[in-house]
């Protein structure tokens, strides 16, 4: 049988196994995703060591960057964002790194924006995730600020974001996991009355499907997407990439 699965930390309400193993059974696929809950990412080699029939792996938080060492090659967007979601093994041996989340979180963007207007963004937080969702927006040519807790010296800092600022900025990405469960009364601190009409807000959490964020921005008229639509995208994207032989 072959086997699949998700590297992470905390696990126990990933949306991963469950997507996939529905996938395989409709497929008829001899085919099993299980979640790989790591303490420290040292013990990837040893996991690996156990499990030799592994055909593919993805990679959460917190070690989409901490990953990088333990792979033999990246592919150019993995090397571009500086962090991998996904893991595909080499006919050679090897273990090449992707990044599925930049592709994702665009396919979820154009479900929120759709053909609207020309805008700048806010990017909240700063690791493996806003790397992929920086990248994504220079691919879209899509102005964007990082906001974080630590800012570098051209970062934000959440006191930056006055409703002055945000009213420049229509679009608000949460890639932090404030609101995830089972932590639901958590939201990024932004001056939510503020944000208006002409805003977009998309959270990359998707449990609960309206996290405090997105349900803030709502009362106030926003338009909000939760991150299920990117997730099943950078499945799917896995899934390609797991099933080709050849690396474009």
């Not at 990679?59 to 090659?73: C, E, F, R």
């Not at 979180?105 to 920086?134: I, K, S, T, Y």
């Not at 899509?142 to 900025?169: G, N």
Request: some cysteine; aromatic content about 10%; glycine content about 8%.
């Amino acid at each position: 049988m072959q086997l699949y699965g998700l590297l992470g930390k905390s696990l126990q309400h990933s949306f991963s196994p469950n997507y996939f193993n529905q996938k395989f059974e409709k497929a008829g696929l001899a085919a099993e995703y299980k979640a790989f809950p790591l303490d420290q990412i040292e013990a990837l080699p040893n996991l690996l060591a156990q499990y030799p029939n592994l055909q593919g792996l993805n990679v959460t938080i917190p070690y989409k960057q901490a990953v990088v060492p333990y792979l033999s090659v990246l592919a150019p967007t993995a090397v571009a964002v500086g962090a991998v979601n996904c893991i595909q093994f080499l006919p050679n041996g090897q273990l090449m790194g992707h990044n599925t989340d930049v592709m994702g979180f665009r396919l979820g963007l154009q479900e929120l924006l759709g053909e609207g207007p020309a805008l700048q963004a806010l990017v909240l937080g700063h690791g493996g995730a806003a790397r992929a969702v920086a990248h994504a927006l220079e691919l879209e040519e899509i102005p964007y600020k990082v906001v974080s807790r630590t800012p570098e010296r051209w970062q934000l800092s959440y006191s930056d974001l006055s409703p002055e600022l945000l009213a420049d900025y229509q679009l608000i990405v949460n890639t932090t996991p404030l609101g995830m469960y089972p932590n639901i009364d958590q939201a990024p601190s932004l001056p939510y009355e503020a944000i208006g009409p002409n805003h977009y807000l998309y959270d990359l959490v998707y449990n609960p499907a309206q996290t405090l964020f997105l349900q803030k921005g709502a009362e106030q008229g926003a338009k909000t997407l939760n991150g299920l639509p990117m997730l099943i995208g950078q499945a799917e994207k896995s899934w390609e990439i797991w099933n080709r032989d050849v690396v474009s």
